[in-house]
């Protein structure tokens, strides 16, 4: 069971970047999708972008044209790197891992706050 470790969350100014990564216990190489979702307080997890070993991205409206995501198999690492943040972004971010049979597993989070 591979498992997750989150980093790169923090505090950041409106209009501010972050980039979080996701290192892996193990060669995400086989791992059919990686991603990254959200949870502000009050709400429910929700999607914000997943990339599967072919190369095939999945991004929340909300977040298109702003965050990118990606995973560099050699270094067992997903980032997302986050642009142009507004204060609606702040939220827990959780990293993600999807068997092609549809095994999850779970990073501990990272805090994410947008506010000046």
């Known amino acids: 069971q591979v498992q997750l470790v989150e980093s790169g969350g923090g505090l950041v100014q409106p209009g501010g970047s972050l980039r979080l990564s996701c290192a892996a216990s193990r060669s995400i190489f086989s791992i059919y999708a990686m991603g990254w979702y959200r949870q502000a307080p009050g709400s429910q997890r929700e999607l914000v972008a997943t990339v599967t070993t072919g190369g095939s991205t999945n991004y929340a409206d909300s977040v298109k044209g702003r965050f990118t995501i990606s995973r560099d198999n050699a270094k067992n690492t997903v980032y997302l790197q986050m642009n142009s943040l507004k204060p609606e972004d702040t939220a827990v971010y959780y990293c993600?891992?999807?068997?092609?049979?549809?095994?999850?597993?779970w990073g501990q989070g990272t805090q994410v706050t947008v506010s000046s």
């Open positions: 993600n891992s999807r068997t092609i049979s549809g095994y999850s597993t």
